[in-house]
């Protein structure tokens, strides 16, 4: 693959999407992010909604997609169904990371094209732990669609 | 089709460390399917996940139809456990591995399934046609055995660690 380079070991910086409410929340998963090696650019957005007017907007590519099952308004799953079944955003990798969530709430996502289901740890350790393991799969191993 | 069926079928020789190992009712061994028709990239594919600390056990299937027929608990497969994870080839003989996507993504009963697919393709249209057809992820071999190795473990990590896979 590629040789580590300036970025903590990503051949170029990567931008993910993150779809959230809470502002604190989101700046926990960017410190997660930093703790694992950094390289990633963690851009917020509150709802569904703003989730999706970004992706049509064009602008810069997001590499990876985060999202989670509760949302205000339309919830995690709707967002889903309407990003894996439009032609202009199915293909971006969604990830759904979620702090609950039923047995059945699991198989909705999978059912619903999510490209998988994590679940979300309570503390930044683990949480680094994780931000660890999607940057070493999803940023350094896997081919992104262009 | 159970690979390295010379010895006894069973998991590979990792254990439960005690450490994250949520996704699983204890004691179960994950199952997964690999769908390639070369035995040397199934021989390498089996010896990195021997290396998994979670305990796998992996199948084989040397072409799609052999893959859709485990799958669908056809004849002479209908004892072969329904994989939690499919490690899918595009190029492959008799059904090709992107008919064997489509085909179980357009299931819904198999559709849930996570498939990653583990491939020597890196043609952008492979890329953008498996994402379409709503694969999980898409790897591209690496040609280096450190490299293919260095992919597996990441893979091992995030698909066998820390994803929460669909229930059975």
Not at chain 2, 34 to 41: A, L, Q
Not at chain 2, 43 to 68: C, F, H, Q, S
Not at chain 2, 117 to 141: F, G, M, P, Q, V
Request: proline share 9%; charged share 25%.
């Amino acid at each position: 693959m590629t040789p580590p380079s300036g970025v903590g070991g990503l051949a170029r910086p990567h931008r993910i999407l993150l779809v959230e409410d809470d502002p604190a929340e989101a700046r926990l998963l960017e410190e997660a992010f930093e703790l694992a090696g950094g390289g990633v650019t963690l851009e917020r957005a509150a709802d569904g909604e703003a989730a999706l007017a970004r992706l049509r907007s064009g602008g810069d590519r997001i590499d990876l997609l985060l999202l989670p099952l509760h949302l205000p308004g339309p919830g995690g799953r709707e967002l889903l169904a309407e990003l894996k079944g439009s032609p202009e955003t199915r293909r971006i990798p969604a990830l759904v990371l979620s702090s609950g969530g039923s047995e059945a709430d699991v198989l909705a996502t999978w059912d619903a094209h999510a490209n998988a289901f994590l679940r979300k740890p309570g503390n930044l350790d683990d949480l680094a732990a994780l931000a660890g393991s999607i940057r070493r799969f999803w940023l350094r191993s896997v081919q992104l669609p262009g | 089709m159970l690979a390295g069926d010379d010895a006894a079928p069973g998991p590979a020789d990792g254990s439960p460390d005690g450490g994250r190992l949520p996704q699983l009712e204890s004691g179960r061994v994950m199952e997964i399917l690999h769908v390639e028709d070369s035995p040397g990239d199934r021989l390498l594919t089996e010896e990195a996940l021997k290396e998994a600390t979670v305990p796998n056990r992996l199948w084989i299937a040397k072409d799609g139809e052999e893959a859709m027929a485990i799958l669908r608990h056809e004849p002479p497969f209908g004892d072969v456990p329904r994989p939690d994870l499919i490690l899918l080839d595009l190029n492959l003989p008799r059904k090709d591995g992107r008919e064997v996507l489509a085909e179980v993504k357009a299931d819904p009963s198999l559709r849930r399934i996570p498939v990653i697919i583990l491939t020597t393709s890196s043609a952008e249209a492979d890329i953008r046609r498996t994402y379409d057809l709503h694969a999980n992820c898409y790897i591209t071999k690496p040609v280096g055995l450190d490299q293919f190795l260095s992919v597996m473990k990441a893979l091992e990590e995030f698909w066998l660690r820390n994803v929460t896979l669909p229930p059975r």
